[in-house]
């Protein structure tokens, strides 16, 4: 079956511009997790969804960051005026209930 | 939230040496605990897991031990082979909200 997904793969953005993000989570999978993963770190959590829910999102390093997932499914993150510092692999993983997260392919989003 | 530190951040053995990863995390709630291997470029792999309620699993040659009292969890792979060779995380889990250690990049020497 389908793992998790995410699109694009690569993205190049200038400073200033917005940015989305998507992921597909595996069919069913309940929770839904966005982590940020510098280049040689370990995934900085962001934040988390149950469903439709948003529960923790402390993660998130400023307001310009906003993360959605309306309909308990596919999840976007969304960057406003993108800084340079913003350059990472932007990670998603989503889980059954109470067990280990399956990681997409990651976003690596380069702000020029 | 939940702090998960996890030493050391590199290690190099020997192929067929055994290596050993510690993490510790802060809070007692934690109840599941997760080993992710991530190989260049690749996104983290789950290779093991444990639950709160086990003190030791096994799989093969990787096992995973959890000292809830002293709130820290070691991962041991054994005869380790050169494939081995990734960075590896630990994570704890606060019912789905799942924390990561900052890794630990294993070389293992042929």
């Known amino acids: 079956g389908a793992g998790v997904s995410q699109s694009p793969r690569y993205k190049v953005a200038k400073r200033g511009q917005d940015v989305a993000l998507r992921c597909d989570p595996i069919?069913?999978?309940?929770?839904l997790f966005w982590y940020q993963q510098a280049l040689g770190q370990g995934p900085e959590f962001l934040t988390y969804f149950q469903n439709e829910a948003q529960l923790d999102k402390s993660g998130l390093p400023s307001d310009r960051f906003f993360a959605e997932r309306p309909e308990g499914s596919v999840s976007t993150l969304k960057i406003q005026r993108t800084q340079q510092e913003d350059s990472a692999v932007y990670l998603c993983?989503?889980?059954?209930?109470?067990?280990?997260?399956?990681f997409g392919p990651g976003t690596r989003l380069t702000v020029l | 939230g939940e702090n998960v530190e996890q030493h050391p951040s590199t290690l190099s053995v020997q192929e067929g040496d055994s290596a050993v990863i510690k993490c510790t995390y802060s809070?007692?709630?934690?109840?599941?605990f997760p080993w992710y291997k991530q190989e260049l470029g690749k996104r983290p792999q789950l290779i093991i897991d444990?639950?709160?309620?086990?003190g030791e699993k096994k799989d093969q040659r990787i096992a995973v031990t959890l000292n809830k009292t002293a709130k820290h969890f070691s991962l041991h792979i054994t005869e380790t082979q050169p494939e081995d060779s990734a960075v590896y995380f630990c994570?704890?889990?606060?019912?789905?909200?799942?924390?990561f250690g900052a890794g630990t990049r294993l070389t293992v020497k042929p």
């Open positions: 809070d007692s709630a934690s109840n599941y």
């Open positions: 444990i639950r709160s309620n086990v």
């Open positions: 993983a989503s889980s059954p209930p109470g067990q280990g997260g399956f």
């Open positions: 069919s069913g999978h309940v929770s």
């Open positions: 994570a704890a889990s606060i019912l789905d909200d799942m924390r």
